[in-house]
């Protein structure tokens, strides 16, 4: 990996989670690259880790204490904010997130954040059922469309003998996000992506509806990962978790599969890229105007439009496909990209864990006309970012 940090400022702020002592090695490691690494700390954090640690490895003094008047006089939550080149706040608890969602500053960690104008990425941490709470997803969201990166874990065993998501990202994960944030690509400035997104519906009754588990998070991400890239997004979404917009995407929202097709329609000529991430419902069914209340009930059902195919053959752009699979994965994944006419299809096995509907993390495999590439379990950003790195090579 190429070496971005060398002579860069870093701010890391240390939270109060069992995680913090994981960021010992985050900071040895930018320091031996070069960086010049500044740490501040939530007074609970000091409950994990000793201040004196991050001061030796880093070899510069830590700051808990907005009122520490043991320094040269200067503003010093304003200083580090003018001299830092990036942030990482990690772990990142519930608390700081929705604090800095929020924006309060009650602390020297918080205040510096606010004042900083450098990217700032964070890295969650915390119980699973915190992390999963909407009030937390919502915070994570808005710092999202701010411009905060955030640099997800995978699920797995917590400190508190939970399994599932919260864990905080490793520290070689931590580092490579940082590194990652200097050699930000700009390929996709000036170029417009179409990206869709979600699951669509079809009603059974007016009460009832025929969908399926998409959550959207892997259609966000491209989008996320496309307008970082200085791309013009049009973000066309089904029903999905409830992010946050920026306001220069331009986004269509729809119910139904058709009406999805007809905002693919309306925007497909001004795209460079299409990416349909989005999980359309494959099957209608003539609803009834009433609720159905019978004991037995048998749905006759036809298939929907087909929304990858009319593209395939329409299509302005490049064309980015995925296959849901079950079985056969390869082969149906192949067949698709074919009878579609994409340039790239992203197989995702929805049976194996971590990856599919409704995670944060995935497995994916790229398939094209004369390759097969296998991507191991990382988060849904990460895949963005190669999904859109594959493309973008062709």
């Not at 990482?88 to 700081?96: D, H, K, L, R, S």
Request: with cysteine; charged share 20%; net charge neutral.
């Amino acid at each position: 990996m190429l070496n971005n940090l060398k002579s860069k400022t870093i701010l890391v702020g240390v939270c109060g989670g069992i995680a913090a002592y994981k960021v010992c090695a985050l900071v040895s490691k930018l320091v031996q690259s070069g960086a010049d690494v500044h740490v501040m700390m939530t007074k609970s954090a000091t409950e994990f880790v000793a201040p004196l640690s991050f001061e030796t490895l880093s070899r510069n003094r830590v700051t808990v204490n907005t009122f520490d008047r043991s320094f040269t006089y200067e503003v010093e939550h304003v200083s580090h904010a003018k001299r830092a080149d990036a942030v990482m706040i990690a772990p990142a608890t519930a608390n700081v997130i929705a604090k800095l969602a929020c924006g309060i500053a009650d602390d020297f960690l918080t205040t510096t954040v606010l004042a900083c104008k450098c990217p700032i990425l964070f890295a969650p941490a915390m119980n699973t059922a915190m992390m999963e709470n909407p009030i937390t997803v919502e915070n994570i969201n808005k710092l999202v469309a701010r411009g905060f990166t955030p640099v997800y874990g995978g699920s797995g065993y917590l400190a508190c003998g939970d399994v599932g998501s919260g864990r905080m990202a490793e520290p070689d994960e931590l580092y490579k996000a940082l590194n990652d944030v200097f050699g930000v690509k700009q390929d996709l400035s000036g170029k417009t992506v179409l990206i869709t997104s979600g699951a669509t519906r079809t009603n059974i009754d007016p009460v009832r509806y025929l969908s399926n588990r998409s959550s959207g998070k892997m259609g966000y991400a491209l989008a996320c990962a496309a307008h970082s890239r200085g791309a013009n997004v049009v973000y066309i979404h089904g029903y999905t978790n409830n992010f946050t917009i920026p306001s220069d995407w331009v986004t269509e929202s729809v119910t139904t599969t058709k009406e999805l097709l007809a905002a693919v329609k309306k925007h497909y000529k001004s795209a460079d890229i299409s990416v349909l991430a989005a999980a359309p419902c494959d099957y209608e069914v003539t609803p009834s105007k009433q609720k159905l209340k019978a004991q037995a009930l048998t749905l006759e059902l036809h298939k929907a439009d087909d929304v990858a195919a009319w593209l395939g053959k329409n299509k302005c752009g490049k064309l980015v496909i995925f296959a849901a699979e079950t079985e056969n994965g390869e082969s149906n994944a192949q067949k698709k990209l074919q009878s579609k006419n994409a340039d790239l299809a992203v197989l995702n096995d929805v049976t194996v864990p971590n990856a599919g509907f409704d995670t944060d993390t995935n497995i994916v495999t790229l398939i094209t006309a004369d390759s097969k590439e296998c991507l191991s379990l990382m988060s849904k950003r990460e895949v963005a970012e190669i999904i859109l790195d594959r493309i973008v090579a062709l």
